[in-house]
């Protein structure tokens, strides 16, 4: 095999793999957001080496939630009821 198709067929499966990323964030981001949470956990624990852990912080979801401490259930927000 020569090196240039060698090349090509590397390209051609990474097109593929952004291409199933993409596929699989838009049809499926919860799905997604738990395995880079699941991934991100394995990586930043305290025996890991200092990259990995970075990596770790790095490809973690976003955190969520509305701006409370917790992120749960908005029961400390604000007292007045919300207007439907």
Same mark, same amino acid.
């Given at each position: 095999m020569t090196t240039g198709l060698l090349l090509q067929y590397i390209v051609v499966a990474l097109i593929v793999l952004l291409s199933a990323w993409v596929v699989l964030k838009k049809q499926f981001p919860g799905t997604v957001?738990? &395995?880079r949470g699941a991934l991100a956990l394995g990586l930043v624990k305290p025996q890991r080496a200092n990259w990995m852990q970075a990596l770790g912080r790095k490809i973690a #979801? #976003? &955190?969520t939630g509305g701006g409370g401490a917790c992120g749960g259930c908005d029961s400390c927000g604000p007292t007045t009821p919300k207007q439907h």
């Amino acid at each position: 095999m020569t090196t240039g198709l060698l090349l090509q067929y590397i390209v051609v499966a990474l097109i593929v793999l952004l291409s199933a990323w993409v596929v699989l964030k838009k049809q499926f981001p919860g799905t997604v957001r738990k &395995a880079r949470g699941a991934l991100a956990l394995g990586l930043v624990k305290p025996q890991r080496a200092n990259w990995m852990q970075a990596l770790g912080r790095k490809i973690a #979801p #976003p &955190a969520t939630g509305g701006g409370g401490a917790c992120g749960g259930c908005d029961s400390c927000g604000p007292t007045t009821p919300k207007q439907h």
